[in-house]
T-cell receptor, first 112, second 114 residues
């Protein structure tokens, strides 16, 4: 799985958009980008994933650059409950790859 | 209506003891996992079972033995507990191995070995 780089921490004001970057410059053509988050004292939670097109669901949007070397997770209107560690994971999708490899992630703190 | 549940939530025990952590999922998923999150917050996979069969066994001491009596349950038994086993253990499940990217995690079991 390709290596990812994320800032260790970010702050965001409540109600504003939170933009969390992830660098994955060694990503290969068959690797997807996945995002999870872990709220304090809880298990990780799947957010969204994508290959090369931008994706949106009820939780967030995922913007992947055209060269696929980086991506941004966008929480459009951050709330205090969005304070969590956000993990960007790059891995080959499906097939026999059953593992998720979590890095250090970004601690997002949403401030009132 | 808890999706993935673990018992106990907290476990405090002495070195050398044997303990078990239980996990149950009511999502009808085929694949289940055990992860360990250490004090530095790194989350690492330990085991995975698909339809009660072991498919992932990372470099985990053989004091750790997972058991899957049925698809909905994956228990973790730990023999001869050591101080370094202190961590939060998370159980997770996914619909199947193809959708392994979308895992549902339990609330965790905080194990403290004294």
């Amino acid at each position: 799985d390709a290596k990812t780089t994320q800032p260790p921490s970010m702050d965001c004001a409540e109600g504003r958009a939170a933009n969390l970057p992830c660098n994955h410059s060694t990503i290969s053509g068959n690797e997807y980008v996945y995002w999870y988050r872990q709220i304090h004292s809880q298990g990780p939670q799947y957010i969204i994933h994508g290959l090369k097109n931008n994706e949106t669901n009820e939780m967030a949007s995922l913007i992947i650059t055209e060269d696929r070397k980086s991506s941004t997770l966008i929480l459009p209107h951050a709330t205090l409950r969005d304070t969590a560690v956000y993990y960007c994971i790059v891995r080959v999708g499906g097939g026999s790859n059953y593992k998720l490899t979590f890095g250090k992630g970004t601690l997002l703190t949403v401030n009132p | 209506d808890t999706a993935v549940s673990q018992t106990p939530k907290y476990l405090v025990t002495q070195m050398g003891n044997d303990k078990s952590i239980k996990c149950e999922q009511n999502l009808g998923h085929d694949t289940m996992y055990w992860y360990k999150q250490d004090s530095k917050k790194f989350l690492k996979i330990m085991f995975s079972y698909n339809n009660k069969e072991l498919i992932i066994n990372e470099t985990v001491p053989n004091r750790f033995s997972p058991k899957s009596p049925d698809k909905a349950h994956l228990n973790l038994h730990i023999n001869s507990l050591e101080l370094g086993d202190s961590a939060v253990y998370f159980c997770a499940s996914s619909q199947d191995t193809v959708r392994a990217y979308e895992q549902y995690f339990g609330p965790g079991t905080r194990l403290t070995v004294t």
